[in-house]
């Protein structure tokens, strides 16, 4: 397959081929370093699923043993947050 030829005429398998190889260069590696260890808060899940309030406060009780609350305080572990839940 060559870069003249049209999408249109390529084949079902050729087309997942370009797709798979697509994918490998554009997909980066989940980097967890850029997240510090521990978290502080909903604006804290905000920071680590990058989502709105309202989808952290619905995500908090699904985060099991990652979130700790004590009184009004939430800490959230970050690596564990992250095995916890994924979208």
């Given at each position: 397959?060559?870069?003249?030829?049209?999408?249109?005429?390529?084949?079902?398998?050729?087309?997942?081929?370009?797709?798979?190889?697509?994918?490998?260069?554009?997909?980066?590696?989940?980097?967890?370093?850029?997240?510090?260890?521990?978290?502080?808060?909903?604006?804290?899940?905000?920071?680590?699923?990058?989502?709105?309030?309202?989808?952290?406060?619905?995500?908090?009780?699904?985060?099991?043993?990652?979130v700790q609350q004590i009184g009004r305080k939430i800490i959230?572990?970050?690596?564990?947050?992250?095995?916890?839940?994924?979208?």
């Open positions: 397959m060559d870069n003249s030829t049209p999408i249109w005429q390529l084949t079902v398998g050729q087309f997942q081929n370009l797709l798979r190889e697509t994918v490998k260069e554009v997909s980066p590696e989940p980097v967890e370093s850029e997240l510090p260890e521990y978290v502080y808060g909903l604006e804290g899940i905000m920071q680590i699923y990058n989502c709105s309030k309202s989808t952290a406060q619905r995500i908090k009780p699904l985060l099991g043993d990652a959230v572990k970050t690596s564990l947050a992250l095995q916890n839940y994924t979208k």
